[in-house]
């Protein structure tokens, strides 16, 4: 089956700072969301971008679907941005492969 | 509110019993999904349905069992036979199949965490 995975696993930033996190698959995909886990454990939906650029406020993403990867950056983080960082690409019959996930802690 | 709901929050149930963990959603979405998460790892999946009557096996199925009698609901059994029940679930739904467009985006409950005793 597909493969996917994030990088880098950790990351710790001063508030303000801004951050790209990367997630590689290994094939073609007609689907690919990223999602936000809070500490209660909620997922979030950020974007759903199987290809192109998407904005929405801080953040923004970026799915090139030829080199089978996705960029999520994160500008002028906040400490409710922490939390873990969720790619998922979409198999046969709408299966959700998910990475193991970016924890991202934000300090004030 | 449209959304996603999942009952109980927190479950604990000892060795060798069944449970059942309500999955509701009022989106009017076709598709349904249970997930499995366990600490420090991504999200596996269980069982999905596509349509009512209808349901498939995931990556990790064995001792687990689903049924789809309602659009609105898809209750998963966590079964005795079941050997490491202890984890995080969650159910997702999405409004189709189609395989090129946005019907394909999976939106969450909250969770239930399942605690073995």
């Known amino acids: 089956g597909i493969q996917v995975e994030q990088s880098p696993p950790d990351l710790i930033l001063q508030e303000g700072a801004n951050s790209t996190l990367r997630c590689n698959f290994s094939?073609?995909?007609?689907?690919l969301q990223w999602f936000h886990q809070n500490p209660w454990g909620q997922l979030i939906n950020l974007f759903y971008?199987?290809?192109g650029t998407k904005q929405n406020g801080r953040l923004s993403a970026t799915t090139v679907a030829t080199e089978r990867y996705s960029l999520l950056y994160i500008s002028s983080s906040q400490t409710t941005d922490s939390g873990v960082y969720f790619c998922a690409v979409m198999e046969y019959g709408n299966k959700l492969v998910f990475g193991a996930g970016t924890i991202l802690r934000v300090k004030s | 509110d449209g959304g996603i709901t999942q009952s109980p929050k927190y479950l604990f149930r000892k060795e060798g019993q069944n449970v059942t963990l309500s999955c509701e959603q009022n989106?009017?979405?076709?598709?349904m999904y249970w997930y499995r998460q366990d600490p420090g790892q991504g999200l596996r999946l269980i069982y999905y349905?596509?349509?009512?009557?209808?349901?498939q096996k995931g990556d990790i199925a064995e001792g687990y069992s689903v049924s789809r009698e309602k659009k609105e609901s898809f209750p998963l059994t966590v079964t005795s036979a079941q050997k490491n029940p202890t984890a995080f679930y969650l159910c997702a739904s999405s409004l189709g199949l189609a395989a090129l467009s946005s019907y394909n985006e999976q939106f969450f409950g909250p969770g239930t965490r399942l605690t073995v005793l």
């Open positions: 349905s596509q349509i009512v009557n209808d349901f």
């Open positions: 971008i199987p290809s």
């Open positions: 094939d073609s995909v007609n689907n």
């Open positions: 989106l009017n979405h076709d598709a």
